[in-house]
């Protein structure tokens, strides 16, 4: 099955457009919210244990001063006491006597007390802290020598309600602080890949063709030394460049004045061993062997000045004519150029595709042409069409297989090289440059040309056209309909 060309495929496409501007803010919203959340963890724990401890101090000494007061109450009841405590202190109060138990309240009583804190010896305290109806109280039990134990219970409701506004509050500017870092983060981050960004529209620019475009130099640090290296590796490259493009120009004005020239005096020398072919029965035997080598010496160097010329043409990125063309049509032409028997046209279905037909007839022939040249026959040309969803026409591929030896190893990789011969004898058959014309013709159109199979008994060369692409601009042209005759 063919494969669909590369250049006919969808790019790929990031997910996301600027992945590095993205990691420098979340790298800096990270830090941010790091710092700010490890300083309200701290903040929260030290605010907490020192509100916590100064309340249990401060309950305790409340505690402490009022049973020491009531100490001093001799021959007073422990009603009375109870009541005299009560009043002294911000807590509820349970008296725990070896009568009983009397208490301030009547959530509070001898069983809301913990086993620890009945057991608390004359003159000692003992403290605890308990939740009673979903309220925390820090519970303190002062025990006087007389046997009788007042247990305090301190209310933390304003403490907790305290602290839970402290984390609210911190929590809050956490989340400020986030966004703020976000903010930041992308402003830092767009202004400090801003120099890259331009950077990159540059070399942009240059490789378009607009090899003017320069970086502009701002300031004195890390980027604008970028930009200045950038700019001198702009220049030369465009200095080399404009070297090689002048030397190019220069070789091709020499290839099609040179052959130019050569044609018309090799055009006269082979009517003239043409007609001396024809003759050639009359010619003494010592002569006739002559004839015939300079007749073939004449037509191969005529064909040599023709693909001179043909490749000065495609040198010079003449233009191309894009119409619908009909790969039918096209092979049916080939065949009837060489008119061999041992030829095989395999196109069934008439695949249409938008190219030029010189071009495209050029790319195939040539390759027919070194099949016969260079392998041996039957000759067999595949055209296969497929469509192509993105563009809405269809792209092809022409197989063009002979029956030889196959190409060596070592020679595959060169075998589109201008003037490269596997066999490099003088009278070793072709110019060298058949397949370097079909590829350069290929790329004019948009096409390629690729070596796919060879082995014992085969090669395979595969032409490849894309569907409706303008070719060096690489701009995607309407598909027009297939006219069928």
């Known amino acids: 099955m063919a494969l669909r060309p590369r250049s006919a495929r969808e790019p790929r496409r990031t997910s996301a457009r600027h992945p590095f501007r993205r990691r420098i803010t979340l790298a800096f919203v990270g830090v941010a919210a790091l710092t700010s959340g ?23 000494q409340q505690a402490r001063a009022t049973a020491a007061f009531l100490s001093g109450l001799t021959g ?91 984390r609210a509050i911190l929590a809050a500017g956490w989340l400020l602080s986030v966004a703020v870092a976000l903010l930041v983060g992308q402003v830092m981050a767009q202004r400090t890949l801003r120099p890259v960004a331009t950077a990159a529209r540059t070399a942009r620019a240059i490789r378009s063709g607009d090899l003017d475009a320069r970086v502009p130099v701002l300031g004195d640090d890390e980027f604008a030394l970028l930009a200045r290296e950038f700019n001198a590796m702009a220049d030369a490259l465009q200095a080399k ?53 300079i007749a073939g010496d004449a037509r191969r160097t005529a064909r040599l000045a023709e693909e001179l010329l043909d490749l000065a043409a495609l040198d010079a990125e003449r233009s191309v004519s894009l119409a619908p063309v009909s790969l039918r049509d096209v092979l049916a032409d080939v065949a009837a150029s ?45 055209a296969c069409g497929l469509p192509d969803e993105r563009s809405g026409g269809s792209y092809a591929t022409i197989d063009v297989a002979d029956h030889g030896e196959g190409i060596p190893a070592e020679h595959r990789g060169h075998v589109f090289e201008r003037f490269y011969k596997a066999d490099p004898a003088r009278a070793a058959p072709g110019t060298g440059l058949g397949l370097a014309i079909a590829q350069e013709s290929a790329r004019l159109i948009g096409a390629s040309v690729e070596l796919v199979t060879t082995g014992p008994g085969r090669t395979v060369f595969r032409v490849t056209v894309p569907p409706a692409i303008e070719p060096t601009s690489g701009r995607e042209l309407a598909p027009q309909p297939a006219e069928h005759g």
């Open 38 to 60: 490890l300083l309200a963890i701290a903040t929260v724990g030290a605010v907490s244990a020192y509100r916590q401890r100064a309340f249990r101090d401060e309950s305790e």
């Open 76 to 166: 007073t009841a422990p009603l009375d006491r109870l009541v005299a405590s009560y009043d002294g202190v911000d807590a509820e109060v349970v008296a725990l006597t070896p009568d009983g138990s009397m208490s301030s309240t009547p959530r509070l009583s001898e069983r809301t007390v913990p086993a620890t804190l009945r057991s608390t010896p004359p003159g000692g305290t003992r403290a605890t802290t308990m939740t009673i109806a979903g309220v925390r109280r820090y519970v303190v039990a002062v025990a006087s020598p007389d046997a009788v134990t007042l247990v305090f219970y301190f209310s933390m409701r304003t403490l907790d309600d305290g602290l839970y506004e402290l």
């Open 338 to 382: 060489f008119g061999r028997d041992d030829l095989v046209i395999d196109a069934a279905a008439d695949a249409v595709v938008v190219s030029d037909v010189t071009c495209l007839t050029r790319v195939v022939g040539n390759l027919v042409e070194n099949a016969f040249a260079h392998g041996r026959p039957p000759v067999v040309v595949t």
């Open 241 to 293: 460049i404009t070297e090689i493009a002048a030397a190019h120009d220069r070789e091709r004005r020499f290839t099609a004045d040179a052959a130019h020239d050569l044609l018309t005096p090799l055009s006269a020398l082979v009517s003239a061993a043409t007609l001396a072919e024809k003759r050639v029965a009359e010619a003494p035997p010592g002569l006739r062997r002559v004839i015939e080598l």
